[in-house]
């Protein structure tokens, strides 16, 4: 980012990993992952918002009390080791399933003078629940909804 390279993030990580894939819900861990606004804003790099409408098609989790193990395993161990497949593609492989995708992308976000970490993590937070909302009627799963936790 200081040379002026574009960055791209996954912000979720090894919970929404763990979380699984519900049939009437998409779940983001977005509430408490606030570093990567941070670094944006020490940067001076805009936010951009993305969601990828049909990712959590894309791989089957494994039953809710292996992903539960995998959860106690990452907390004990204090380190974010991933889960040793947890998730499993075509055959089993980690080749992803045929699913279609919709990706949408807002306007960048920046930060205005004096605003705080937590007010752009909040408007953050508010575009990509927009954009959730105005492309869920195009997917393959209009009645899906967006929880963040």
């Not at 960055?7 to 819900?25: A, M, S």
């Amino acid at each position: 980012m200081q040379r002026g390279d574009s960055v791209g993030l996954i912000v979720g990580g090894i919970e929404e990993i763990l979380e699984g894939t519900f049939n009437d819900k998409d779940v983001l861990y977005l509430k408490n992952r606030k570093g990567f606004v941070k670094v944006a804003m020490d940067q001076n790099a805009g936010l951009v918002p993305v969601y990828a409408f049909g990712e959590n098609q894309l791989f089957r989790h494994e039953p809710p009390f292996v992903l539960r193990f995998w959860r106690w395993v990452n907390y004990k161990l204090k380190i974010k080791i991933g889960a040793p497949g947890p998730i499993r593609g075509w055959m089993g492989s980690p080749i992803p399933y045929r699913s279609e995708l919709l990706i949408a992308v807002g306007e960048p976000l920046f930060a205005v003078p004096g605003e705080s970490v937590d007010a752009l993590h909040a408007r953050y937070v508010k575009a990509v629940q927009a954009l959730f909302e105005q492309h869920v009627s195009a997917t393959t799963r209009p009645n899906h909804r967006l929880v963040i936790v």
